[in-house]
């Protein structure tokens, strides 16, 4: 029962690694950022229960931006606008919250190309892709026939496919059973999401795995691209009490996946498509606005149709992370009930493949003997082993959440070469690069769960706690604590150098393709269409045009589209209107957008800009009259 226990709670370890003096400053001057200057390295931490992206800047730990993905954002009025709203649609209705996990950025030839970065959502499954070149999410994309889409969204190394892998197992396809008799009827479907060269997303296949928890997965690199590796656990089949009930075997699996195999008997006319229903949501950049398409069928595999295509490793015990180094030769099982690590070896799996040296099989999917593909074990690395990231010089760092700690070691020697506390309960760490055949092994940023005394109390809850380290040397040092905001599972990092320079300044008016957009003040109108009106409105420092608007009234749904005529970088232009049930916009250069307005009361009624532009930004609103229902009082616009 102790040791049952002691899973619960994490070591705190000794806080007296608080310097002062020399040691203290040389840390800050190497965190420091002047004013002015930027950042080495972009990072991306998953915004969690908060649905979003957060993008940092290291060395400094500062925040630069919170990218809305899967849930509303009244900031900017993301998932509010009526360009927006469709990004949020799925199978299940408007969905406007979402619990955002893994990053991970894009890449050519296994190296991070920085076009875009893909995120996954846990609680009704989604896959989204955003710009990097504009900060904004342009594709998600539903995944039907899954629940908890938690490994994912990994891509491979050229950028064929992310995937997406159910971490509950579930009915497939969904029916009314009992709950009891999930062993053996339920099943763990994994999907292969295939990437165009635009970045276009659409589901190729799913594959139709046995009833286990999909937990984590990383693609193979180098020898092992081809090949996808996923985490599994509850391989008991458990559906109650599974902290006990799913922890009985020594073993758990990693699951094999030799894709490109997949992909050509898929290609030869493969798998049965069967029913499903799903969103496929795009943010159209010319038209600004977004659509979704509602999709019927998708296409499935039953691995055991494939020969030599799915094989089971197994793996000590409960593994969670599933991370393969930059050679593609290692792949770690990151077990979360083990004091050791396991790494596997791709070559040796090859070999007992070849040898068919299997221990049985499961579901008939073979297993692979344990001692042929073990590569090595790193002993007494710590307690609760989570997850491993790569350096780029031989060495891994793995975290333990029940010890609170990182731990570097020798990939091939597997002998524990540091370690080093975190505060408190770390579970992702992040190096630039690290999921990549090219890591940047110069920091490291530990995600830590809880933050208790690390920084001046804001009530019963805190924001989670980031620590970042130098890793460029022997020993790792910490340099940094930083808040971070909602619960950061995952991060991806990149050199600011493969992004800033096409960084998107502002959208062009001349561009601008949008329905209602007014690219000049004398295209400005309203239009009534019922009870229906469209107000074609724009916004330049620092007044609305038009800024008096009459004829509208209680009972009507006014439509504000409007178009921002600045061509400045970094001028937006804020609008908000009293008694909206919406949000404010934030509308940046060249952009429409549209809020809706439903007045309830006669009367004049203000609008003005929230983002502050100008000198002038205080006298820049507006007046509305809205009159009585059935009132006469005709449309008029005018400014000055």
């Known amino acids: 029962m102790f040791v049952f226990a002691s899973?619960?709670?994490?070591?705190?370890?000794?806080?007296?690694?608080?310097?002062?003096?020399?040691?203290?400053?040389?840390?800050?001057?190497?965190?420091?950022?002047?004013?002015?200057?930027?950042?080495?390295?972009?990072?991306?931490?998953s915004g969690g229960y908060s649905g979003n992206l957060l993008v940092y800047g290291l060395p400094s730990g500062r925040m630069l931006k919170e990218i809305p993905v899967f849930s509303q954002f009244p900031t900017n009025g993301y998932g509010y606008s009526e360009e927006t709203v469709p990004m949020l649609n799925t199978s299940f209705g408007f969905v406007p919250w979402g619990d955002a996990h893994h990053p991970d950025i894009s890449q050519t030839n296994?190296?991070?190309?920085?076009?875009?970065?893909?995120?996954?959502?846990?609680?009704?499954?989604?896959?989204?892709?955003?710009?990097?070149?504009?900060?904004?999410?342009?594709?998600?994309?539903?995944?039907?026939?899954?629940?908890g889409n938690h490994s994912s969204s990994f891509i491979t190394e050229n950028t064929e496919y992310v995937v997406a892998g159910t971490r509950f197992a579930i009915p497939y396809p969904q029916e009314d059973i009992a709950i009891d008799q999930m062993k053996g009827n339920?099943?763990?479907?994994?999907?292969?999401?295939?990437?165009?060269?635009?970045?276009?997303?659409?589901?190729?296949?799913?594959?139709?795995?046995?009833?286990?928890?999909?937990?984590?997965?990383?693609?193979?690199?180098?020898?092992?691209?081809?090949?996808?590796?996923?985490?599994?656990?509850?391989?008991?089949?458990?559906?109650?009490?599974?902290?006990v009930n799913a922890s009985q075997n020594d073993k758990d699996f990693i699951a094999a996946i030799n894709w490109k195999k997949i992909q050509e008997y898929v290609r030869n006319g493969g798998g049965e498509e069967i029913d499903a229903e799903y969103a496929h949501n795009v943010f159209d950049h010319a038209t600004q606005k977004a659509t979704t398409t509602m999709v019927n069928k998708v296409l499935t595999v039953d691995p055991r149709d494939?020969?030599?295509?799915?094989?089971?490793?197994?793996?000590?015990k409960s593994p969670h992370g599933c991370d393969v180094d930059p050679s593609g030769e290692y792949i770690v099982g990151n077990g979360k009930l083990s004091t050791d690590l396991t790494v596997h070896s791709f070559s040796k799996m090859l070999k007992a493949i070849e040898n068919e040296d299997f221990d049985g099989e499961a579901y008939d999917i073979p297993i692979l003997n344990f001692e042929s593909t073990l590569a090595g074990t790193v002993k007494n690395g710590?307690?609760?082993?989570?997850?491993?990231?790569?350096?780029g010089k031989g060495n891994?760092?793995?975290?333990?959440?029940?010890?609170?700690?990182?731990?570097?070691?020798?990939?091939?020697?597997?002998?524990?070469?540091?370690?080093?506390?975190?505060?408190?309960?770390?579970?992702?760490?992040?190096?630039?690069?690290?999921?990549?055949?090219?890591?940047?092994?110069?920091?490291?940023?530990?995600?830590?769960?809880?933050?208790?005394?690390?920084?001046?109390?804001?009530?019963?809850?805190?924001?989670?706690?980031?620590?970042?380290?130098?890793?460029?040397?022997?020993?790792?040092?910490?340099?940094?604590?930083?808040?971070?905001?909602?619960?950061?599972?995952?991060?991806?990092?990149?050199?600011?150098?493969?992004?800033?320079?096409?960084?998107?300044?502002?959208?062009?008016?001349?561009?601008?393709?949008?329905?209602y957009a007014a690219k000049n003040e004398s295209e400005?109108?309203?239009?009534?269409?019922?009870?229906?009106?469209?107000?074609?409105?724009?916004?330049?420092?620092?007044?609305f045009s038009p800024d008096n608007l009459e004829g509208i009234k209680v009972g009507d749904k006014v439509y504000f589209h409007i178009t921002n005529l600045e061509q400045d970088f970094d001028v937006p232009h804020g609008f908000a209107m009293i008694g909206a049930n919406t949000a404010g916009l934030l509308i940046d250069p060249g952009q429409t957008k549209t809020i809706t307005w439903e007045p309830k009361k006669a009367g004049v009624w203000p609008f003005y800009c929230t983002d502050f532009c100008s000198a002038?930004?205080?006298?820049?609103?507006?007046?509305?009259?809205?009159?009585?229902?059935?009132?006469?009082?005709?449309?008029?616009?005018s400014l000055d």
Request: glycine share 8%; charged share 25%; net charge negative.
């Open 382 to 391: 710590g307690l609760g082993p989570l997850h491993t990231e790569f350096d």
């Open 396 to 515: 891994a760092y793995t975290t333990f959440f029940i010890s609170s700690e990182v731990v570097k070691w020798k990939l091939g020697t597997w002998e524990v070469l540091d370690r080093q506390p975190v505060y408190y309960s770390v579970g992702h760490n992040m190096i630039p690069g690290g999921n990549s055949r090219k890591p940047f092994g110069k920091y490291m940023i530990a995600m830590n769960k809880i933050t208790k005394d690390r920084y001046l109390p804001t009530g019963p809850e805190m924001e989670h706690s980031a620590q970042l380290f130098d890793i460029s040397g022997d020993k790792m040092e910490l340099l940094l604590d930083f808040p971070t905001h909602g619960e950061p599972h995952y991060a991806a990092g990149i050199p600011a150098d493969l992004i800033k320079s096409k960084s998107k300044k502002i959208y062009r008016l001349d561009e601008n393709k949008h329905k």
């Open 110 to 147: 296994g190296e991070l190309d920085g076009r875009w970065i893909f995120i996954n959502e846990n609680n009704t499954p989604r896959i989204a892709r955003i710009s990097l070149e504009t900060f904004e999410t342009e594709e998600i994309i539903e995944i039907p026939h899954s629940a």
């Open 306 to 316: 494939v020969k030599g295509a799915v094989f089971f490793m197994p793996t000590p």
């Open 616 to 637: 002038l930004h205080q006298e820049m609103q507006g007046y509305i009259r809205v009159s009585a229902k059935g009132s006469d009082i005709p449309l008029k616009w």
């Open 524 to 543: 400005t109108k309203m239009v009534r269409e019922g009870n229906e009106v469209h107000v074609n409105m724009t916004t330049v420092r620092s007044h």
């Open 7 to 45: 899973l619960l709670v994490s070591c705190g370890g000794d806080k007296s690694d608080k310097k002062s003096g020399a040691l203290a400053g040389n840390a800050a001057e190497r965190v420091y950022v002047a004013p002015g200057e930027h950042d080495e390295f972009y990072a991306f931490l």
């Open 186 to 243: 339920f099943k763990g479907p994994l999907t292969f999401i295939a990437i165009d060269d635009k970045g276009k997303m659409k589901i190729d296949f799913q594959l139709k795995m046995p009833g286990f928890n999909y937990d984590l997965s990383h693609p193979g690199r180098g020898d092992s691209h081809g090949w996808f590796f996923f985490t599994t656990y509850n391989t008991e089949e458990a559906h109650t009490l599974l902290e």
